[in-house]
Nanobody, 118 residues
Framework: QVQLVESGGGLVQAGGSLRLSCLVS????????MGWLREAPGKERESVGG????????YYADSVKGRFTISRDNAKNTVYLQMNSLKPEDTAVYYC???????????WGQGTQVTVSS
């Protein structure tokens, strides 16, 4: 069983930064590709990006490219989402996800709210 717990969400002004963390339980964290998705009221769920199990490969949505960075520390069973130059349209609940293949995720965290004020 894989459990994911996000943290680091909150309220920030436009132009600010936040770093989300996702702690993954289990001894096989290093086998999993990890992704971040977000859901905003009235909008479709959006894939923010992801990272391979080794950390060698990352991908990002066009809407966040150049502003967001995904990284992982396999020794700490943790994946990070560094968000810079935040915009009000980044406001959403952010979910950490995991799966054996990149872009194919089977496990979800409970989500953390990010609110960006203008």
């Amino acid at each position: 069983q894989v459990q994911l717990v996000e943290s680091g969400g909150g309220l920030v002004q436009a132009g600010g930064s936040l770093r989300l963390s996702c702690l993954v339980s289990g001894r096989t964290f290093g086998r999993y590709a990890m992704g971040w998705l977000r859901e905003a009221p009235g909008k479709e769920r959006e894939s923010v990006g992801g990272i391979s199990w080794s950390g060698d490969t990352t991908y990002y949505a066009d809407s966040v490219k150049g502003r967001f960075t995904i990284s992982r520390d396999n020794a700490k069973n943790t994946v990070y989402l560094q968000m810079n130059s935040l915009k009000p349209e980044d406001t959403a609940v952010y979910y950490c996800t995991a799966g054996l293949l990149l872009r194919q995720y089977n496990y979800w965290g409970q989500g953390t709210q990010v609110t960006v004020s203008s």
